[in-house]
């Protein structure tokens, strides 16, 4: 594992994909962009073809920093979700109709990843199996997986769910603390989920600073 603190950009452009069974740490690379105190890069740059996924916290961001960062070329629910709201009647909860988006989410973010196409992932961080997915397409092609990590305080997160009106039930956001939390604690000590190539840790004033995420 390499690990880089400081630097005026972030790259990870040309970073190969594991080819291998070996152990996921082998062939990462870790840029820690917390605590930069008004430094932090303006640009995230991946190779062509690659796929970048955006973990963390219900409320750390994520949309936000993906909307902003990459318009127009990234699979987020949260749009798939506001599609189906804008459909169905208002007084229909939205657990009712809640499988039927997530089965539209997939059936988008499978057919991105058939387009060979670079693509970003908005990932909720519990689901490791959407990881392992999207490792296994990015390899298949011959292209890398890459995770960006929100590090936001759980207030943070729960100020931002408020902020958007969608606030996660007391059980769930603490399934999501776990699951981000595991994430964080062993990217800190140089291990990544299986299939990642690499991991760029973003605290709020990180993301905020962070206008794009290119892929050349």
């Known amino acids: 594992m390499t690990v880089h603190r ?3 950009y972030a790259t990870t452009a040309g970073v190969p994909a594991q080819q291998t069974a070996a152990p ?12 930069r105190a008004g430094h932090a890069p303006r640009a995230l740059t991946f190779a062509e073809g690659d796929v970048v996924v955006v973990s963390g916290l219900p409320g750390s961001g994520k949309s936000t920093l993906i ?23 208002r007084f229909l ?7 039927l988006v997530r089965i539209a989410h997939y059936a988008g973010l499978h057919s991105a990843l058939r387009s060979g196409e670079s693509l970003v992932v908005h990932d ?6 959407v990881r392992g997915w999207l490792a296994r397409a990015a390899r298949r092609r ?9 590090d ?3 207030s943070t997160a729960r100020d931002g769910q408020r902020a958007r009106g969608r606030r996660v039930s007391g059980y769930a956001f ?12 062993d990217a800190e000590r140089g291990v990544l989920p299986r299939g990642c190539s690499s991991a760029v840790l973003l605290d709020r004033a990180a993301a905020t600073a962070l206008t794009r995420i290119a892929f050349v």
């Open 67 to 89: 909307g902003r960062a990459v318009p127009g070329r990234a699979i987020d629910s949260q749009d798939t979700r506001e599609r189906w709201e804008r459909r169905v009647p």
């Open 174 to 185: 603490t399934r999501h603390r776990r699951a981000v939390g595991r994430l964080l604690r």
């Open 142 to 150: 011959g292209r890398a997986l890459h995770l960006v990590l929100l």
């Open 124 to 129: 909720c961080g519990t689901q490791a199996w």
């Open 93 to 99: 909860p939205y657990a009712v109709y809640r499988p």
């Open 152 to 154: 936001v305080p759980p």
């Open 6 to 8: 400081s630097g005026a």
């Open 24 to 35: 996921a740490s082998v062939f990462a690379v870790l840029r820690d962009l917390r605590d």
